[in-house]
């Protein structure tokens, strides 16, 4: 079982997706046929309404009795019913339950792959980069590419210099490599990445849609942002069925050990790889994949509103409007600071307008990576209405008038909470200063009545929903309680908790049967092993789940017996990488 330590606040990564695996392939099981349970002595968290715009409350019920078909029969305090001799009795000694937890917006393909990747999370200078890849180098003499992630051009300089190929090459000049920033929306590769990729590293002039390439005197400096990275990108991993199958499992065996019973997925030509799960009974929670525009029509592509079986569904389309804040390839209203640099906008407004309506006559709910101001004006020229509940996911930089149209429009706030940690450091040096005020508002949005759902956008952050839920009341650096971004924007726990569990249901349409425990609703809830109502550092303890169930089966259970089969170092520096959980694997130890 994967968790996040709490001393330290580091992350756990093991050397192999294989590794993970393993090490939880003794905790969780799948979904099969149900049977009847009654499950009492407990401390039961219930909404008391679904309404997402409303002040969340709730109440505690004691026991639950479960039907076969998974769904909630009777809920109630004080003594349970006779449930008869055909239900299975679960005493929880007063655990606190919580209604399943969702991630609203993840990447379980890349989740898995990246775990086959060097993580370069925390390297606070050029030397450590170099040290890190060298050793990763002479450790794995088998792999034909070496890739990388989580480097941050602020923690490397005091300039915030970005890597180029030359420091690469310095490094490694007979294997390609190619390491993207933490983000994911930049990369840089060395030589040898570009000549095996076939393109002539000395051009100067490029041109590529949606994208670009960094050039010198000398060519292309090795720095690729948005679509450019594909140009190497595409080269650099494996793609059979059975690789993709085993990156898969081992991401949902991590996502249900941190307490998820369903994430919305974000994965390319995946559909089939799910169904094969599903119809092995390898789902032990449930997916719903959002597939990406440019599948729109292909054959493999899943009509919208597909079912297959209890847990798998694609409702969803993506669309990718622009790039990231860190990468300073946001599309912003207003130049960043200190310079003319606005973003890269992939689409034209009538490219991003016919996008829309193609997905929306196609019956889609659509979800938008993007600045909002372009978003908004093509959902209004496309007359989406709000009851098709369009997504907007990430929503860091906006504006008074933004958040309005937001509301009026229906429009969902995707919202990763763990992104206020990672980008406080470097966002007063990206976004205007007048803007400020109006970035990563997750409270101002809330209270002006736009509906937020939580999410981990994986691998960029943990997928952890009770570190999401801790960096959304807390929003400071690790070990630095007093350095809060925006502290008049920290929620409370509850509105904190029903970014996972109401309003992350609500965000796939499904709030009438999960992210509340209540009659006729599915069983779906996590059994804690420690009070986070009124503990909330416990919300980063490392053995906080206790159990999962997903329609009324446990589809996981801590095992304090099953560890890790190798032993991780943890590590920590001034900007240690995304939200500061640095995860190094064992080559990598200093």
Not at 148 to 159: K, R
Not at 224 to 239: F, G, M, N, P, Q
Not at 419 to 441: L, M, N, Q
Request: proline share 5%.
């Amino acid at each position: 079982m994967l968790k996040l330590p709490l001393e330290g606040q580091v992350d756990l990564d093991l050397n192999s997706a294989t590794a993970r695996e393993e090490a939880t392939a003794m905790t969780v099981a799948t979904h099969d046929g149900g049977e009847r349970v009654l499950v009492k002595n407990a401390r039961i968290w219930q909404w008391t309404h679904d309404k997402c715009t409303d002040q969340p409350a709730y109440q505690m019920a004691e026991w639950m009795l479960v039907a076969a078909d998974g769904k909630i029969e009777q809920i109630g305090v004080g003594s349970p019913p006779n449930a008869g001799n055909d239900a299975r009795q679960v005493d929880l000694n007063g655990a606190l339950v919580l209604p399943g937890l969702q991630d609203a917006h993840i990447h379980a393909y890349y989740m898995g792959e990246s775990a086959e990747f060097i993580n370069l999370s925390g390297c606070a200078s050029f030397d450590e980069l170099k040290e890190r890849l060298r050793k990763y180098d002479r450790a794995n003499p088998e792999k034909s590419w070496i890739v990388g992630f989580g480097w941050e051009q602020d923690a490397l300089s005091d300039t915030a210099r970005y890597p180029t190929r030359h420091d690469i090459d310095e490094v490694i000049k007979d294997r390609p490599v190619m390491l993207h920033r933490a983000c994911w929306h930049i990369a840089v590769a060395n030589s040898k990445a570009f000549e095996v990729a076939g393109l002539d590293v000395n051009r100067r002039e490029w041109e590529v849609a949606s994208g670009e390439v960094d050039v010198d005197e000398h060519g292309a400096t090795g720095i690729l942002r948005e679509a450019a990275v594909e140009l190497i990108a595409k080269h650099t991993t494996e793609s059979s069925d059975e690789i993709r199958l085993k990156y898969l499992r081992a991401s949902l065996r991590e996502c249900i050990g941190y307490g998820l019973t369903a994430i919305q997925t974000n994965d390319h030509h995946a559909w089939e790889l799910y169904r094969k799960l599903e119809a092995n009974g390898e789902l032990p929670i449930r997916v719903y994949l959002t597939v990406p525009i440019d599948e729109l029509g292909h054959q493999a592509t899943p009509k919208a509103g597909t079912s297959v079986g209890r847990l798998l569904s694609c409702k969803r389309i993506k669309i990718f409007s622009d790039g990231s804040l860190g990468a300073e390839t946001a599309a912003m209203r207003e130049p960043y600071r200190n310079t003319t640099n606005r973003g890269i906008l992939m689409d034209t407004d009538e490219q991003l307008l016919k996008k829309v309506t193609d997905a929306t006559d196609a019956g889609y709910q659509l979800e938008i990576h993007a600045i909002a101001e372009q978003v908004l004006t093509a959902l209004r020229k496309a007359q989406v209405a709000p009851d098709r509940r369009p997504v907007l996911t990430h929503c860091q930089v906006l504006g008074e008038d933004l958040i309005a149209q937001m509301k009026e429009q229906g429009v969902i706030g995707n919202i990763q909470p763990s992104f206020t940690i990672t980008d406080g450091a470097f966002a007063r040096k990206r976004i205007p200063e007048h803007v400020i005020p109006f970035s990563y508002c997750w409270k101002r949005m809330m209270k002006s009545g736009v509906v937020c759902a939580g999410g981990s956008d994986a691998p960029i952050e943990t997928c952890n929903p009770f570190q999401g839920i801790f960096d959304a009341i807390y929003r400071h650096r690790p070990n630095n309680p007093s350095d809060i971004f925006l502290p008049d924007e920290c929620l409370t726990f509850e509105d904190a908790l029903s970014l996972y569990t109401k309003n992350a249901s609500f965000a796939c349409m499904e709030e009438k049967r999960l992210g509340n425990l209540q009659v006729g609703y599915q069983a779906d809830f996590v059994v804690l092993r420690e009070d986070i109502t009124n503990n909330h550092e416990a919300l980063c303890s490392p053995t906080l789940v206790q159990s999962v169930w997903v329609s009324g089966k446990k589809s996981y259970e801590y095992d304090p017996n099953v560890t890790p089969s190798t032993s991780p170092d943890f590590s920590q520096s001034s900007l240690p990488g995304k939200n500061g959980r640095v995860r190094i694997c064992a080559c990598c130890r200093r």
